[in-house]
């Protein structure tokens, strides 16, 4: 039974453009083709992977990071309370004001006190400036040797002219005559095994407020790589990767320099990022690629299941690209008029101890101008008293 189900859901006729299958991605006459077994050696790539990475941030992240002067201020943690911290463990990190009164009657603690202790423990969850600087530095490096790697990849392809005739250079159909070359293979294992590792290391990463976003690209990522991979759009896959790895390192660059205090370095860099993310993935990739993989096809075979599936996945994309756009246009504008570094809107901002004083200030004017509570305006039991 299963092996009757894997028969349908492989069948020729899903995947590839009417009188073509997987017996023409075969090896013949000397010419190497992709094939399904080859994607579990991303498997130990990924876990290689993983393990660089803690090499590399001890022995190169962490020094880079001590001489541009990357340091953490000194955190006070909240003291122990077992009834705060069973309810911010269970039941919410932001508790509302109601809440807030509730627990310092449970603790024996003043409402100050709470609010400053709630305001502590989330501050000793988020990451430290150090680790964020040392995954930056590890996907810069990364980033930027891709970026070259595929810039040779298209060179050993014979495909430099990509850019003004994309068209003629990256023929998706028929992809039959396209054979496998050993640095297109290491290319594509090397790239879909570092998205691997980045779906392992997901829980102890900095979590941003896209991490959702953030899974659904890399899931769509990795699908399409390996589809590329399956039906040989190996062409279109490098193209693809190079276009995401050419702004990468730039905005992997500008979280170094702003965690090192280098405003004007920072700000310089997230420009070049945003120039280059907004022409190669508003405008290079959707009018230019995606119309390719999209248009051009059908002027040579009717539709079939595999090609909107591939497109699918490139629109997914296409709108994380959007998404994404929007947040960095909105940056761009915050400091264009100033010289104010720029900040990461994703990322949740450390608590000051002056946000406590502002929160009491505010609960005693809202006491002192009669604010209502619970429904009821409050009483003033202050009036002299008649016989």
């Not at 790697?149 to 002219?161: F, H, I, Y």
């Not at 900095?206 to 190996?234: C, G, M, P």
């Not at 505010?362 to 202050?382: A, P, R, Y």
């Amino acid at each position: 039974m299963l092996s009757r189900l894997g028969e349908q859901i492989w069948a020729d006729w899903i995947w590839f453009p009417e009188g073509h299958g997987w017996a023409d991605l075969t090896d013949h006459d000397g010419q190497v083709f992709p094939k399904t077994q080859d994607l579990w050696v991303t498997i130990p790539i990924a876990l290689c992977f993983l393990v660089c990475r803690q090499i590399f941030e001890r022995t190169v992240a962490t020094p880079l990071a001590s001489l541009l002067g990357v340091s953490d201020k000194q955190r006070v943690r909240a003291p122990p309370n077992p009834v705060l911290e069973s309810f911010f463990c269970s039941t919410s990190k932001n508790p509302t004001q109601s809440s807030i009164e509730s627990l310092s009657k449970q603790a024996g603690c003043s409402v100050r006190q709470v609010q400053r202790w709630f305001r502590r423990r989330r501050n000793q969850d988020r990451p430290s400036k150090l680790k964020k600087f040392r995954e930056a530095c590890w996907r810069f490096t990364f980033y930027l040797l891709a970026f070259f790697a595929g810039l040779a990849v298209l060179v050993d392809v014979s495909t430099v002219r990509i850019w003004p005739c994309i068209r003629h250079t990256l023929l998706f159909f028929p992809i039959f005559f396209q054979p496998l070359l050993p640095s297109q293979y290491w290319y594509y294992m090397i790239e879909l095994g570092f998205y691997v590792s980045l779906l392992f290391s997901v829980a102890s990463d900095v979590k941003r407020k896209d991490f959702k976003e953030q899974i659904i690209h890399h899931v769509a990522t990795i699908s399409l790589i390996s589809f590329s991979w399956l039906v040989n759009y190996i062409r279109a896959g490098t193209l693809i990767m190079l276009v995401h790895d050419s702004s990468d390192y730039l905005m992997e660059s500008a979280k170094m320099f702003n965690y090192a205090g280098w405003r004007k370095t920072c700000n310089l860099s997230f420009t070049m990022f945003a120039a280059v993310f907004i022409v190669t993935r508003l405008i290079i990739l959707p009018f230019w690629i995606i119309y390719t993989t999209w248009v051009y096809p059908l002027t040579l075979y009717p539709p079939f299941l595999g090609f909107y599936f591939f497109n699918g996945l490139m629109l997914v994309l296409q709108a994380l690209h959007i998404f994404w756009a929007v947040l960095i246009v909105r940056m761009v504008i915050k400091f264009l008029p100033g010289n104010d570094i720029v900040e990461d809107e994703r990322s949740d901002k450390e608590e000051t101890e002056s946000e406590d004083e502002d929160v009491g200030r505010e609960q005693i004017e809202k006491f002192k101008n009669g604010h209502v509570q619970n429904g009821h305006t409050l009483l003033n039991n202050n009036h002299s008293k008649t016989d």
